[in-house]
């Protein structure tokens, strides 16, 4: 079964350092993975998925087969961007979206 | 509605009794997903449906779970006889695509007592 893993329960960088929410999956086939974030107070929406390309708000995220990784990075965090991140996959199926257990990134100023 | 709408936003229930919470998804949106999100943790799937048709209720976590869309929009999911442990928040989501969680609505936080 597919499983998502994210190592950091929690992240403190401070405003304008480099920030790296890790992500690694399990799943042998081609899955399809995202990145959700939920601001304090807010409802969970989606930040980018790995099909797009896309750079939202600063935030890129590759996908490395080989290392079954899907981590998210921005070149300088800021305060704004605290809030819980959560992985997450869907299997090639399109039958199974499974969810990371969430970083809470703290940016400091 | 300009998103999806959950109700009650909170739910005090008493060990025993049973509950229903309510989804209005998006108008138009085919999928709809339940999730359940205990504290600190991620949302863990309960189940998925395409219209009306329940296509994967794998996660539902005990038979006293129940989940149903009869015309393919507003999802109920009820869960009989209380217990301490399904205190959570229940997500729902909805989306235009088939499979793919879409919009969340903000979850109905249940605390049972």
């Known amino acids: 079964a597919q499983r998502v893993t994210q190592p950091e329960k929690l992240l403190s960088v401070f405003k304008g350092a480099p920030v790296e929410l890790k992500c690694n999956y399990s799943y042998s086939g081609s899955p399809e993975l995202f990145w959700y974030v939920q601001y304090s107070r807010q409802r969970l929406q989606l930040l980018l998925r790995h099909i797009s390309r896309e750079s939202i708000k600063g935030f890129t995220a590759d996908l490395n087969k080989g290392e079954t990784s899907f981590h998210l990075k921005k070149p300088f965090a800021q305060e704004e961007d605290s809030a819980m991140y959560y992985c997450?996959?869907?299997?090639?199926?399109?039958?199974?979206?499974?969810f990371g257990p969430g970083t809470r990134l703290s940016v400091l100023p | 509605g300009a998103g999806v709408s959950q109700s009650p936003r909170y739910k005090v229930a008493k060990r025993g009794q049973d509950v229903a919470l309510r989804c209005d998804p998006i108008?138009?949106?085919?999928?709809l997903f339940w999730y359940q999100q205990a504290l600190g943790q991620g949302p863990e799937f309960l189940t998925y449906f395409q219209n009306e048709a329940q296509l994967d209720k794998s996660g539902l976590p005990s038979d006293r779970f129940f989940a149903e869309r009869p015309e393919g929009s507003v999802s109920t999911l009820k869960i009989q006889r209380t217990q301490q442990e399904d205190s959570a928040v229940y997500l729902c989501a909805s989306s235009l695509e088939r499979g793919r969680v879409g919009a969340f609505g903000s979850g109905t936080r249940l605390t049972v007592v």
């Open positions: 108008s138009g949106h085919v999928s």
């Open positions: 997450a996959l869907l299997d090639n199926y399109g039958q199974n979206f499974v």
